[in-house]
């Protein structure tokens, strides 16, 4: 494959950094239920009254419009090389909380998101490992008025069912990867269920913002970038694409949860590898970020 050229450049730091995190709170003022039985708390995560959460945190210019409350929750199917939080890849390795405790929570900050324009952004792990419980929070926030948007891989877009679909404002669709044997290569999936649900969501109209993970040596190639705009071009619902330059922000969870961590000596794209990759996007007639 033939690589985008790449000169980092002193000085590109700020143009990397990502965008400001108001607070990050863990599962702070939500009650996990850590007393439950493990039948019962089987029982409650099928009925989607129960979830297993890592964290959630209010951000801005992040993860969607406006002021987002975004839920992470446990469990993915997936294994990117690139992820930046692989304490999330386990389900059980996250707090239960019950659907009416983070509703209240919700509530609380409802004024706050509604005024800024943003809303509630459900992510992960991958969203849709817990589809009752995203079901019913989707809903839940439907009915309080708030903005909806879910963040996913669309590797488990199956578990989206129609009407799911009806209670979501916004999808932040992942797309690791455009050429199916690469996809393979960094996340262990398949291609052709995100493009599956990217279908689906371009027949619904549903407004979808498109992320791409820029990664020096891995997904950078002019190849693979034009593979992916191909693909995201066909999609008339695609308001933007946001090329996310690779960081180095998870290389000590990976450290400390003893995996191994393939790109411990990648650095991040410099400034003209990134601009290389957006106007590849921008010449298939898409708005890049």
Partial sequence: ?????????????????????????????????????????????????????????????????????????????????????????????????????LLKR??????????????????????????HFVAKLLEGAKELGVHTCIDTSGFLGRNVTDSMLENIDLVLLDVKAGIPELYKEVTTGELQPTLDFGDRLAAKGIETWIRFVLVPGLTDSVENVEAVASIVEKWPNVSRVEVLPFHQMGRDKWNRLGLEYKLADTEPPGRELIESAREIFRSHGLTVY
């Avoid at 002193?10 to 439950?36: E, K, V, W, Y």
């Avoid at 509604?114 to 817990?130: H, L």
């Fill in 1 to 101: 494959m033939t690589h985008i050229l790449d000169a980092t450049a002193a000085g590109d730091q700020d143009f990397l950094a990502p965008a400001a995190r108001i607070s990050g709170n863990g599962t702070a003022g939500l009650i996990p239920m850590t007393d439950l039985e493990h039948a019962d708390r089987l029982r409650r995560m099928r009925e989607g009254t129960l979830g297993s959460l890592h964290s959630w945190e209010l951000v801005t210019a992040v993860d969607g419009p406006g002021v987002r409350m975004t839920i992470f929750l446990a469990g993915c199917g997936l294994r990117c090389q690139f992820c930046h939080n692989p304490d999330t890849f386990l389900m059980r390795d996250g707090e239960p909380v019950e659907l009416e405790d």
């Fill in 106 to 131: 919700i509530k609380r900050y409802r004024k706050t998101l509604n005024a800024s324009g943003g809303g509630i952004t459900i992510s992960g792990g991958e969203a849709m490992m817990q589809p």
